[in-house]
């Protein structure tokens, strides 16, 4: 196996010594760093989710045997699953998000690509289409070039196209890098002709070529790993699995904090051709969208109490909307959360462990306590919490809000709710 992964103070974690969980959740945030190399974490850095460092320790202390499958129902980016490789564990993991579902592979294919797409085909670009959503950042000369390569790239198949796609997604993030503000989960579109981006042909390709160099450089550095990873564009609320299947879930909720991660990824989205502005159906479907939809119907009396004691608060709260629009939103996210907890629970084997990753934030002037409802509500579905570490969080984006500032707000923490499932029964596991 490679070498072992690599806090950003450059600590090396030993894992056939690592101390009992409730020690090292003590020691060891999940909170990423600003700078994290091992895994690959640095490929397409998020602010959100967990650090690398911290789900190989997390695994070494809740893995029970090698034959453990683990399982990321939010997987984001693939730190689960990277983790996993890297200890040699059998992995699934899924995302509604075809972006990150595309990190998340090039994440795992450490040693399996050969060489990189050195340039589109010798013929003339791409007519791009008057509504292609890259227009809303770039110039048409620069999007055709752009297309030119997105068609030399859907040409080849397996790792190589993996690569080239990352590659692309890290290329039009930086020369768009002007349209970020201070909110790294909104990217403005360009309100003029003037605004939009023109890159020479020449550079935008030597830019492409150096990103693919650049990663298969790192994924060569990693080393080989050697297990099975199953990725799937899916959703937590209907997980394509078979009852009984995953031993360990190792996972991170997207937080109640009407973050729009779609528009998040609005540029690498819109590399897939995917046009957020005019098809809202990605962005509606993900949990914790700052978009409503029909609700399910689900009953409120059927949460626990703190559950219904936030739904309470906000209903009552004096502010505008917070009946009205914040209500439904708060009912949309605890509607996706049990529906995704009842499928989590369906698929996990009768004597499963699960670690949550999980930040509180503030509505308005209330405290919404995330890590309590997450564990209650898991534990209404036959799961015993173990453990509860917080860590308090000292940098919020709701902050970033000024009206938000007007409300009195106290400390917020992220904590690692550990839970396990003890329960008679067994089923047949995925992936063998």
Same mark, same amino acid.
């Given at each position: 196996?490679?070498?072992?992964?690599?806090?950003?103070?450059?600590?090396?974690?030993?894992?056939?010594?690592?101390?009992?969980?409730?020690?090292?959740?003590?020691?060891?945030?999940?909170?990423?760093?600003?700078?994290?190399?091992?895994?690959?974490?640095?490929?397409?850095?998020?602010?959100?989710?967990?650090?690398?460092?911290?789900?190989?320790?997390?695994?070494?202390?809740?893995?029970?045997?090698?034959?453990?499958?683990?399982?990321?129902?939010?997987?984001?980016?693939?730190?689960?699953?990277?983790?996993?490789?890297?200890?040699?564990?059998?992995?699934?993991?899924?995302?509604?998000?075809?972006?990150?579902?595309?990190?998340?592979?090039?994440?795992?294919?450490?040693?399996?690509?050969?060489?990189?797409?050195?340039?589109?085909?010798?013929?003339?670009?791409?007519?791009?289409?008057?509504?292609?959503?890259?227009?809303?950042?770039?110039?048409?000369?620069?999007?055709?070039?752009?297309?030119?390569?997105?068609?030399?790239?859907?040409?080849?198949?397996?790792?190589?196209?993996?690569?080239?796609?990352?590659?692309?997604?890290?290329?039009?993030?930086?020369?768009?890098?002007?349209?970020?503000?201070?909110?790294?989960?909104?990217?403005?579109?360009?309100?003029?002709?003037?605004?939009?981006?023109?890159?020479?042909?020449?550079?935008?390709?030597?830019?492409?070529?150096?990103?693919?160099?650049?990663?298969?450089?790192?994924?060569?550095?990693?080393?080989?790993?050697?297990?099975?990873?199953?990725?799937? !564009?899916?959703?937590? $609320?209907?997980?394509?699995? #078979?009852?009984?299947? =995953?031993?360990?879930? %190792? +996972?991170?909720?997207?937080?109640?904090?009407?973050?729009?991660?779609?528009?998040?990824?609005?540029?690498?989205?819109?590399?897939?051709?995917?046009?957020?502005?005019?098809?809202?159906?990605?962005?509606?479907?993900?949990?914790?969208?700052?978009?409503?939809?029909?609700?399910?119907?689900?009953?409120?009396?059927?949460?626990?109490?703190?559950?219904?004691?936030?739904?309470?608060?906000?209903?009552?709260?004096?502010?505008?909307?917070?009946?009205?629009?914040?209500?439904?939103?708060?009912?949309?996210?605890?509607?996706?959360?049990?529906?995704?907890?009842?499928e989590i629970s369906r698929v996990a084997t009768p004597t499963a462990s699960m670690a949550l990753v999980v930040q509180?934030?503030?509505?308005?002037?209330?405290?919404?306590?995330?890590?309590?409802?997450?564990?209650?509500?898991?534990? !209404?579905?036959?799961? $015993?919490?173990?453990?509860? #570490?917080?860590?308090? =969080?000292?940098?919020? %984006? +709701?902050?970033?809000?000024?009206?938000?500032?007007?409300?009195?707000?106290?400390?917020?923490?992220?904590?690692?709710?550990?839970?396990?499932?003890?329960?008679?029964?067994?089923?047949?596991?995925?992936?063998?």
């Amino acid at each position: 196996m490679a070498g072992s992964p690599m806090s950003q103070t450059g600590r090396q974690t030993d894992a056939s010594t690592a101390p009992p969980a409730h020690v090292r959740h003590r020691t060891l945030s999940p909170k990423r760093p600003k700078l994290e190399t091992a895994g690959m974490a640095d490929l397409f850095p998020y602010y959100a989710g967990f650090s690398f460092e911290w789900a190989c320790e997390e695994l070494a202390s809740i893995r029970t045997s090698d034959s453990d499958i683990v399982f990321d129902p939010w997987n984001g980016s693939g730190t689960t699953t990277a983790a996993a490789q890297y200890h040699g564990l059998r992995s699934v993991g899924i995302d509604l998000n075809p972006v990150v579902n595309i990190i998340a592979q090039l994440r795992v294919h450490i040693g399996e690509i050969g060489e990189i797409c050195s340039r589109p085909p010798d013929t003339a670009d791409v007519e791009v289409a008057l509504d292609d959503p890259l227009l809303a950042w770039l110039t048409p000369p620069t999007t055709s070039r752009i297309r030119s390569w997105t068609q030399a790239l859907s040409e080849i198949s397996g790792p190589a196209s993996t690569l080239g796609l990352v590659a692309l997604f890290r290329v039009v993030r930086r020369i768009t890098r002007s349209f970020e503000g201070s909110n790294p989960t909104w990217v403005r579109r360009a309100s003029t002709m003037t605004q939009l981006i023109d890159v020479p042909v020449h550079a935008l390709d030597q830019m492409i070529v150096g990103e693919q160099e650049t990663i298969l450089q790192r994924l060569g550095a990693e080393g080989n790993r050697h297990s099975d990873v199953l990725l799937a !564009t899916a959703s937590s $609320t209907n997980i394509p699995l #078979a009852d009984s299947s =995953v031993d360990i879930i %190792l +996972t991170s909720p997207p937080y109640l904090t009407r973050l729009d991660y779609a528009v998040a990824h609005a540029r690498e989205l819109a590399v897939l051709s995917i046009d957020i502005a005019n098809d809202r159906t990605l962005r509606r479907e993900l949990m914790g969208t700052t978009l409503t939809r029909p609700l399910s119907g689900r009953p409120i009396g059927s949460y626990g109490v703190e559950a219904t004691s936030l739904i309470e608060q906000v209903r009552s709260h004096q502010s505008k909307a917070s009946a009205g629009y914040y209500l439904k939103q708060l009912l949309q996210y605890l509607d996706d959360l049990t529906s995704s907890l009842d499928e989590i629970s369906r698929v996990a084997t009768p004597t499963a462990s699960m670690a949550l990753v999980v930040q509180d934030s503030y509505y308005k002037d209330i405290h919404v306590k995330l890590a309590e409802i997450c564990a209650e509500e898991a534990s !209404t579905r036959g799961w $015993t919490v173990k453990d509860r #570490a917080p860590f308090e =969080v000292t940098r919020l %984006l +709701t902050m970033m809000n000024t009206a938000a500032q007007a409300y009195k707000k106290g400390k917020v923490s992220e904590t690692v709710v550990t839970l396990e499932r003890r329960h008679d029964g067994s089923g047949a596991k995925v992936c063998e």
